[in-house]
């Protein structure tokens, strides 16, 4: 792969330029909206309404959590099977 083939100059700078505009355009709405709500306070209370939609999207729970009960869980079917338990194990239960 040649690094300097007019292609991939071509589309990194594309990228660059796409990258740059997007983070601007956002920017420069942020920017509006502060100052449109600075102006009119009932743009700035409509401002503050809707800022808290941002929160609809649910937040998954920590992986820790998941990674205990898969352990629980490969524990009961250990024991369940009849293999003795590891050494690993103790460990485990030591630790938490």
């Given at each position: 792969?040649?690094?300097?083939?007019?292609?991939?100059?071509?589309?990194?700078?594309?990228?660059?330029?796409?990258?740059?505009?997007?983070?601007?355009?956002?920017v420069?709405?942020?920017?509006?909206?502060?100052?449109?709500?600075?102006?009119?306070?009932?743009?700035?209370?409509?401002?503050?309404?809707?800022f808290?939609?941002?929160?609809?999207?649910?937040?998954?729970?920590?992986?820790?959590?998941?990674?205990?009960?898969?352990?629980?869980?490969?524990?009961?079917?250990?024991?369940?099977?009849?293999?003795?338990?590891?050494?690993?194990?103790?460990?485990?239960?030591?630790?938490?």
């Amino acid at each position: 792969m040649d690094l300097l083939s007019n292609n991939t100059i071509f589309i990194f700078f594309i990228f660059v330029a796409l990258v740059t505009g997007l983070f601007s355009f956002v920017v420069w709405a942020m920017l509006k909206m502060v100052t449109w709500g600075k102006s009119m306070s009932k743009g700035a209370y409509l401002f503050l309404a809707l800022f808290p939609l941002i929160s609809i999207i649910p937040i998954p729970p920590p992986t820790y959590e998941n990674v205990q009960k898969a352990k629980q869980e490969q524990k009961k079917r250990k024991e369940d099977s009849g293999d003795p338990p590891d050494d690993e194990d103790d460990e485990d239960e030591l630790t938490s």
